[in-house]
């Protein structure tokens, strides 16, 4: 599968005040966005050119993912990524395992996973909060080339073959958000799969209440759960006080 097109995003180092920027202070990690500029990124051999090179995962050429976690002092990472880019993050870590490389956590925020977008979440919040119908089947209109590409388990990573021996998950969810069945659905997956997973739902907030920090607590609150989950998989386990 070949997305239609991809352009390069963000700055290589997050801006601050991002919930990413956040959570890294409070982890006390380095976080680096990693862009894309090619239509190949979906690619196996593409991105598993660039996760076969751990000694270099700092120099942020883990290409596909949005985000790699680098701790300040050593070169373990993990993938995170929100919304189609938690569906990013989730791909790399099943090609970060087949490449041999250990990664320390792989963060999931309301990723897709879905072939198919007829979940009963979907069905209820299709109309009225921030992420609509309309607008999942314009993105993925642009980005599919064939409706078989809907079968790739890289566009849905509800469909992969094997989950065994994948990275630790922390998975966050918000309570009204079409695609938080199937964020629950991937966790199920990879628990039965015996990956170590933690899931929070959080209520009464939608799709990208992780970027409202400054407005409401259920953001600040999954700000600080993430910071966590970074912390206990990477142990670190000393507080600096402010």
């Known amino acids: ?11 290589i180092a997050p801006p601050p005040g991002l919930p990413v920027r956040v959570a890294a202070n409070e982890a006390f990690l380095v976080p680096l ?3 894309y500029e090619k239509g190949e990124e979906l690619g196996r051999e593409h991105i598993q050119s660039g996760l076969t090179r751990p000694a270099d995962s700092h120099k942020a050429d883990i290409e596909g993912a949005q985000l790699v976690w680098v701790p300040l002092w050593r070169v373990d990472a993990a993938v995170d990524g929100d919304s189609a880019g938690g569906t990013l993050a989730a791909v790399c870590a099943a090609l970060a395992r087949d490449a041999g490389l250990d990664l ?3 963060l999931l925020i309301y990723p897709g996973t879905s072939a ?3 979940s009963p979440s979907q069905q209820r919040y299709a109309q009225g ?7 999942i089947d314009w993105f993925f209109g642009h ?5 078989a590409d809907r079968e790739d388990w890289r566009f849905a990573p509800l469909l992969l073959p094997d989950a065994q021996g994948l990275a630790p998950a922390h998975v966050c969810l918000a309570e009204l958000d079409p695609m938080v069945d199937e964020g629950v659905d991937y966790a199920d997956l990879l628990r039965m799969a015996g990956v170590p997973v933690s899931l929070e739902i959080y209520k009464g907030v939608t799709h990208e209440f992780i970027k409202m920090g400054r407005a409401i607590p259920e953001a600040r609150q999954a700000q600080h759960d993430i910071a966590q ?4 998989a990477f142990a670190i386990d000393f507080v600096i006080e402010q």
């Open 143 to 147: 980005y599919l080339n064939t409706p």
């Open 129 to 135: 909060l921030v992420l609509e119908r309309a607008a």
């Open 116 to 118: 198919h977008q007829d």
């Open 104 to 106: 320390a956590l792989q």
């Open 229 to 232: 989950a970074l912390r206990q």
């Open 1 to 11: 599968m070949t997305p239609k097109r991809a352009r390069r995003f963000g700055p």
């Open 33 to 35: 966005r990693i862009g």
